[in-house]
């Protein structure tokens, strides 16, 4: 049916019709109320949408197709930028981690100095080298005094001992 052309009859809708009217008084002359409508096939349908949108297409002024061409180049911009941000994060990243990495390592080595200066302050080695070398005697409970601080916890060497 490409070449053919279809059509139907479609009453007048929404109105109650009458099939006869009056022209003076004569006698009623019938009227039809039908009109012909013309059926568009499917192809015919596809080929006047094209049609509109190719229409619609060459009407693409200068102002439109620069401002497309300005939306373009901002994207593209905004892509660059996003981009460079990204990797900065991510060198940031990057040095983070190697950076807490080499504080673990120094934390490790920090402990390991730790014990061994821990482990050569021998207090039996200083207590013979005093007593036996330099001739030092421990003090008796007599000779130790004991007091209360109120003032504050932290002591300085330099401070009087109160009296009681």
Same mark, same amino acid.
């Given at each position: 049916m490409a070449g053919s052309r279809q059509y139907r009859s479609r009453e007048n809708s929404g109105q109650q019709m009458r099939n006869h009217?009056?022209?003076? @008084?004569t006698v009623r002359k /019938? =009227? #039809?109320d039908y009109?012909? !409508? =013309?059926?568009?096939t499917e192809q015919e349908r596809k080929s006047y949408h094209v049609r509109r949108n190719w229409e619609?297409? =060459? $009407?693409? $002024?200068?102002? %439109? !197709?620069?401002?497309?061409?300005a939306?373009?180049?901002v994207v593209l911009l905004v892509s !660059? #930028? %996003?981009? /460079?941000?990204? @990797?900065?994060? @991510?060198? +940031?990243?990057r040095t983070i981690s190697n950076l807490e990495s080499d504080l673990e390592d120094l934390k490790e080595a920090n402990s390991g100095l730790q014990k061994s200066i821990? +482990? +050569? $302050?021998?207090?039996n080695y200083i207590y013979r080298i005093a007593t036996?070398?330099? =001739?030092?005697?421990?003090?008796? /409970?007599?000779q130790i005094i004991r007091y209360d601080r109120t003032e504050s916890e932290y002591v300085r060497q330099n401070e009087d001992i109160p009296t009681e």
């Open positions: 009217y009056m022209d003076g @008084n /019938e =009227r #039809q009109e012909y !409508v =013309r059926v568009r619609k297409a =060459r $009407t693409m $002024t200068l102002p %439109y !197709v620069l401002g497309l061409v939306a373009g180049i !660059v #930028q %996003y981009l /460079e941000a990204r @990797n900065d994060i @991510n060198a +940031s990243v821990d +482990s +050569s $302050t021998d207090l036996e070398e330099m =001739r030092m005697v421990p003090a008796d /409970e007599s």
